[in-house]
């Protein structure tokens, strides 16, 4: 079974960039997360979906990232414009659902952004 | 966001000994995930808890759910070389509105 799966693994663009990163999530799992992963630090959540619909995304700062899940699937994360404070991992993980006891996350590898 | 306390911070041991680590919250929780993560990629799940008390093994790790649902460890023996990474604990619980919250990581070197 295929993981999660992330693309480009490594960005670097000027700030005031736009910049966008895609996820596949594993087969069948409804839930899927961004999370923000600065170096030396643990993740930290931006957005979560259930299937088509963001649940959670009081952690967005929306004035410059969007994200859509159009289709329950796959998912695009975008900056416009790109800061220098935005260069980190960007991390996507996915769950068969969310909020059952039981349930795990797994993640991809990671996108790393660089602002120049 | 919400981080949890995790140590120690980093550690550095001759290889062949044991590992010891410990997360702690003020939250009680349902779940308990242990995740390793090497230089340049994801964190990969180690082991998953879900029932306060439960201890769980996979190969030469060992890790508890404790029993005040506040706290998880993770015990690493005999280490080899190749365990060297950052471990990071996660936790979702009644309180934390579904979302899973990370803690700030070990960082473990074997010597070898």
């Known amino acids: 079974e295929a993981g999660v799966v992330q693309s480009p693994r490594y960005k670097i663009i000027e700030k005031k960039q736009p910049v966008a990163f895609w996820c596949n999530p594993i087969s069948g799992h409804n839930t899927l997360y961004w999370y923000l992963q600065n170096l030396g630090q643990g993740p930290e959540l931006l957005i979560r979906?259930?299937?088509?619909?963001?649940?959670?995304d009081s952690q967005l700062p929306k004035d410059r990232f969007s994200a859509e899940r159009l289709k329950g699937v796959d998912s695009t994360l975008k900056i416009q414009p790109a800061e220098l404070g935005d260069s980190a991992v960007y991390l996507c993980?996915?769950?068969?659902?969310?909020?059952?006891?039981?349930?795990?996350?797994?993640f991809g590898p990671g996108t790393r952004l660089t602002v120049l | 966001g919400q981080q949890l306390n995790q140590s120690p911070q980093s550690m550095f041991i001759q290889e062949g000994e044991d590992v010891s680590m410990n997360c702690t919250s003020s939250?009680?929780?349902?779940?308990w995930l242990w995740y390793k993560q090497d230089p340049g990629e994801g964190p990969v799940l180690l082991i998953a808890l879900y029932k306060a008390g439960e201890l769980t093994s996979n190969g030469r790790l060992t890790a508890q759910f404790g029993i005040t649902r506040k706290d998880s460890f993770l015990n690493i023996s005999a280490s080899i070389p190749s365990d060297v990474g950052i471990y990071f604990c996660?936790?979702?619980?009644?309180?934390?509105?579904?979302?899973?919250?990370f803690g700030t990581g070990t960082s473990l070197t074997v010597i070898p």
């Open positions: 996660a936790g979702q619980g009644p309180n934390t509105g579904n979302q899973f919250y």
């Open positions: 979906y259930e299937n088509e619909e963001a649940v959670d």
């Open positions: 993980a996915s769950s068969l659902t969310s909020g059952r006891s039981g349930d795990t996350q797994y």
């Open positions: 939250s009680i929780f349902n779940t």
